[in-house]
């Protein structure tokens, strides 16, 4: 079985307006009390991840702006991998750059996060993309399909896994992980099965194992129930 299923949160444990999937967190809970890992990975702040491992009863192993940050348990240390000023110094060539335009950028929970910038999708990304380009800006832009992200340059979701992997005692290639968006490519190579759910874009089902039929949390509940059918079948069981 595999020992530990990281997951995406908005899009893949959410419906498509964030609100949160309750058959999901009833799978994740289900995974948990049968003693699999479950890791939380998200674009969004520690504080963010922070209430939502508590509220579904998680043990509070994160990633967090997409793998800026991450921490292994509650309290643990939190780790930051980011570059805060790299992401910063390129949202202000930005915000300059479409302001001559007139277009504002409204940054999201700027106060809570340490390395990743996370702002409105009000621009175009890949206009974004080649100023970052012809400016030489020493980061990524991740569009997540709900906020636009500037990230420092090698690091993601997938090289966040491989750190918290060795602080777990658990191989890459014994964990599962979902996701729905860009931001989840390199986290779903890296895990040993990794899984799109349906209302990912091309590239990121590219790099999934599977893909499931249903969208979001719908598909987010499919995956576990393939991939742990003798958790849901017991759990089944017992509720007849
Ligand atoms: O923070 C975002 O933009 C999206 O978050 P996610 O990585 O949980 O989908
Ligand atoms: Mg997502």
């Not at 009863?57 to 994160?62: H, K, L, N, P």
């Not at 793998?67 to 309290?75: A, D, H, L, M, S």
């Not at 949390?217 to 995956?223: H, K, L, Q, R």
Request: proline share 3%; glycine share 10%; aromatic share 8%.
């Amino acid at each position: 079985m595999l020992k530990a299923l990281v997951t995406d949160v908005d899009g893949t444990i959410t419906d498509q307006r964030r609100r949160i999937n309750t058959g999901a967190v009833e799978a994740i809970r289900t995974l948990v009390d049968a003693g699999v890992e479950v890791v939380l990975a998200s674009g969004n702040t520690v504080c963010f991840m922070d209430g939502l491992c508590k509220m579904v009863g998680t043990d509070g192993t994160i990633i967090g702006e997409n793998g800026g940050v991450y921490r292994r348990e509650f309290p643990g240390t939190l780790r930051i991998a980011g570059d805060k000023d790299a992401s910063t110094g390129a949202f202000e060539v930005l915000r300059d750059y479409f302001a001559d335009k007139g277009t504002d950028l409204e940054l999201f929970s700027a106060q809570y996060r340490f390395a990743d910038v996370a702002f409105a999708r009000n621009i175009d990304p890949d206009e974004a993309r080649a100023v970052i380009r012809d400016r030489h800006l020493p980061v990524r832009l991740l569009d997540t399909g709900f906020a636009i992200h500037l990230q420092a340059l090698g690091v993601n979701k997938g090289t966040a896994l491989r750190e918290l992997a060795g602080e777990m005692g658990i191989l890459p290639s014994e964990m599962m992980a979902i996701g729905d968006s860009e931001n989840d490519i390199e986290m779903l190579e890296v895990a040993g099965v990794g899984v799109a759910v349906a209302n990912a874009p091309a590239p990121t089902r590219s790099a999934a194992d599977w893909v499931s039929e249903r969208t979001y949390g719908d598909g987010f509940v499919e995956a576990v129930k393939k991939y742990y059918p003798d958790l849901f079948i017991r759990s089944r069981l017992t509720t007849i």
